[in-house]
């Protein structure tokens, strides 16, 4: 059985910094490449960024590039975002993923080509 479970969200003021977790088990294979969607109330969940099983290749949304860096421990099973220069609007519940989507920006920014999801962490950057 597959358990995405993220952990290291929280409350912080503009401008700070959180480092989100997504410890993974039960994945057969490290070859998923795993993700961080997030979701505010009444919208569709959002692509934020990606890593390739290698850790070698990323993506990132056009809103967090350069402030936010995903990377990943595979001996560890675990996948990192650390978040920096936060913003009121990154505000929203953040989703691990983890799947094996065509490794191009039309397909990875899409939820529905992952298989595993974690049941989500709260971040929340006050103003």
């Known amino acids: 059985q597959v358990q995405l479970v993220e952990s290291g969200g929280g409350l912080v003021q503009a401008g700070g910094s959180l480092r989100l977790s997504c410890a993974a088990s039960?994945?057969?294979?490290?070859?998923?490449?795993m993700g961080w969607f997030r979701q505010v109330p009444g919208k569709e969940r959002e692509f934020v960024a990606v890593?390739?099983?290698?850790?070698?290749?990323?993506l990132y949304a056009d809103s967090v590039k350069g402030r936010f860096t995903i990377s990943r421990d595979n001996a560890q099973n675990t996948m990192y975002l650390q978040m920096n220069s936060l913003k009121p609007e990154d505000t929203a519940v953040y989703y691990c993923?983890?799947?094996?989507?065509?490794?191009?920006?039309?397909?990875?920014?899409?939820?529905?080509?992952?298989?595993?999801w974690g049941q989500g962490t709260q971040v929340t950057v006050s103003s």
């Open positions: 890593v390739s099983w290698s850790g070698g290749s990323t």
């Open positions: 993923t983890a799947g094996t989507p065509v490794f191009t920006r039309l397909f990875l920014t899409q939820s529905n080509k992952y298989d595993y």
């Open positions: 039960g994945l057969t294979s490290s070859r998923y490449a």
